[in-house]
């Protein structure tokens, strides 16, 4: 009976120590649902799985209505790292969908101002579109207990709501189309309950705070050029972590081609930076960058 | 214009028995194929002597192959005018075996199909090419005696499933095009970030590796300007070098026939047309001038201005206090008020609130042109000239510049009323199809679709009216 006691301490170790290696390498971790995996996800890498779309990155999970499924999968990353993350609609006669997408707020052109400043833009938008309606001003609600912004808008037939949130950086945005007001508000009003968060005790919750510009200027202390390859001119997003003591721990190049992401991943992996400080202490941060080839001559 | 008050007349009938229909290809008159309006008379005389240069048939000695797709411009470039796409009935089946060629018509090529040129996916070795393998040889012609080269194994290619097909792109319009600087269309594509985020949208220009300026010609706006877009169609369509591309493809020594380049500056002039610009110039010059100063389509209906009302509007106002606004080739308010119908008012506004217009953006305007009154137009060609990606059921797997496989841009709807053949490679002449084939997995356009199919029949059919009102 000792012995096994034994046996099971010592096993719980050697896991606790992978794990914590993992976590010290890679940043691995057991998420919010309970599945080992990196918390250096990408946004991208969101999935709908038993009724389920699910993103460690984001840290939230999402319950589909039921008789909902994914239709066709969206396009990748943007280079203004904008990312339609999965649309869902009803199995059968369409009659709604809802696209979950987020826009990742270091690399959008204009100044996006606060998040209701987003959702007025927004709602200006769909103002100025002949034909079409705001049944529901821009205004803050809570989702899950996360505060939302809400803008409800109709033509020609259609009414629709964008819900949006911001999550690490990113605009995060539920879009709800329907043929009907009611079923546009129950499917609005379920996400309420379908959706869920990453809370503080939960892995995927502890994301790095994001710093738009980190790694510019006097906070590079060693930078290391990527061999310019591929399309020149074309502006390339990348999103890294880097962790305390200023070493990179992940680079996320948003979009690019294969031999233009492999350059770079060399070439920032073996960047250092000054240390992010929050409260006086060294932390992990997570920031932004733009780069862009140019030709040789 | 009886054409149009048929078919707007019984489309919404048609829509309550069997679902939304394209009413086809709009009749009546071509709204295309003059020159700009404001130009000077030299300017008219140099587009209308260059016209001429645009239409003529090439032959061996004037520089057609060895290898080539077909023997003139506007062949390819016909419908509903001269610069226009696809005519109705194919030439290639035609030339195929003029003056004695002995070609094989490839299976994708129809006597009542598009005209296609044809590339290759990848290499015998499975590195990309995406290339334009000509349809044709000039061997067996009697002007090319000696020259014995084969066609591609395009029956191979087929089965393989590795060529891809382009139809020509319409021309019309297109100097205004060139004259928007890049800053205008940034900013065109900027607008309305918001919206076009609500809808999964998002796109990005293809540029040039050598000043990293947009450009904005051809499927995949990978053409910079319009010079050098003659310039490569010259020589890889018809197989005639000159002076932006001088150099043969299918350099076999027993099928040159002429000093290259086949086509220069002349250094005297032999013509004494009414345009001795035109009668200098070199052919690609020609084209150029011609495409430059060729007008938009005539849309059926006055739409624009009230797209986006209150954009629009302001954009229309600002202009008419500079230079000029283009009237009757352009469409704005002014033009042909009377053809504006309940269905197609209706349609633009099922057009812009389900968000076509988020890629197929109505206007833009000119910067400072060298064409006489082309200095701030505002025009309204319906594309942001972005590339976006457009899913898995479009992609052709050929990069070009930083457009990739699944990239496209968007196509200008100006003229799409009279178009027949619809996408890069002209699968279809149902305007409804091509609307559906815009939706597949990795597509920009999948909830502008999924939009589409949530709207009432009624209101399909007044968006289908409304692009062939255009």
Known sequence: ?????????????????????????????????????????????????????????????????????????GPGPSSSAYYVLTTVIPEGEPNATILIAAQDMFFVGEEAGSLADQARDLQQGFANIAGMTIDREAAEMKVADRPFYRVDYSGVGLYRAMMITEIRCHVFSFNVT???????????????????????????????????????????????????????????????????????????????????????????????????????RASAVETGLVLRFKPDN | MLGVAVWSGWAPAQAQTRGATDPGVRGGAPGAGGPLPGLSQDEVNFFNAAADVFQEDENVAAGLGPRFNLDSCSGCHFHPAAGGSSPAVNPQVKVATANGARNVVPSFIKANGPVREARF?????????????????????????????????????????????????????????????????????????????????????????????????????????????????????????????????????????????ESTTRLVNTTNSASPASDFSSDIVNFTAFMRMLAPPTPASATPATAQAPAAATTQVASATNTSVLGTAAGTSSTSPAATTATTTRGQQVFSNIGCQNCHAVSLTTGKSAMTGQSNVTFHPYSDFAVHAMGNGLADGVTQGNANGSEFRSAPLWGVGQRIFFLHDGRTNDLKDAIQAHASTGSEANSVIHNFNLLSTSDQQALLNFLRSL
């Open chain 1, 1 to 73: 009976m000792v012995r096994r006691l034994l046996y099971v301490c010592a096993a719980t170790c050697v896991v606790g120590c992978i794990m914590g290696a993992l976590v010290w390498r890679y940043g691995a971790a057991v998420s919010f649902r309970g599945i080992v995996t990196s918390a250096a996800a990408n946004p991208q890498d969101g999935k709908v799985a038993r009724g389920s779309y699910t993103s460690d990155y984001f840290g939230l999970s999402y319950r589909l209505p039921p008789g909902w499924t994914v239709a066709e999968e």
């Open chain 1, 178 to 280: 329907a043929r009907d007001p009611e079923l546009l508000n129950r499917l609005v009003q379920a996400l309420d309950s379908d959706l869920s968060f990453a809370t503080a005790g939960d892995a995927a919750s502890a994301s790095p705070p994001c710093v738009k510009d980190y790694a510019a200027g006097d906070n590079v202390l060693h930078k290391v050029s990527p061999v310019p390859v591929g399309p020149r001119f074309v502006p390339i997003p990348v999103r890294m972590i880097v962790n305390a003591d200023g070493g990179v721990r992940h680079v996320h190049v948003i979009r690019a081609t294969d031999e233009q992401r492999r350059s770079i991943e060399d070439a920032l992996y073996r960047w250092k930076l000054k240390p992010y400080q929050v409260d006086g």
């Open chain 2, 121 to 261: 996916v990848r290499n015998p070795n499975g590195t990309p090419d995406g290339g334009v393998h000509a349809l044709f040889v000039i061997t067996g012609r009697a002007d090319a005696p000696g020259c014995n080269i084969q066609q591609p194994n395009f029956a191979a290619a087929v089965a393989a499933n590795n060529v891809i097909f382009r139809i020509p792109t319409p021309t019309f319009g297109l100097g205004l095009v060139e004259a928007v600087p890049d800053s205008g269309l940034r900013a065109s594509l900027a607008a309305n970030g918001a919206q076009k985020r609500s809808l999964g949208i998002s796109g990005d220009f293809n540029v040039t590796g050598n000043d990293g300026t947009i450009t904005r010609f051809g499927w995949k706006a990978q053409n910079k300007s319009l010079l050098i877009f003659s310039g490569e169609a010259y020589n890889v369509e018809m197989g005639v070098t000159n002076e932006a591309f001088p150099n043969e493809r299918e350099d076999n020594p027993n099928c040159q026939f002429n000093n290259l380049p």
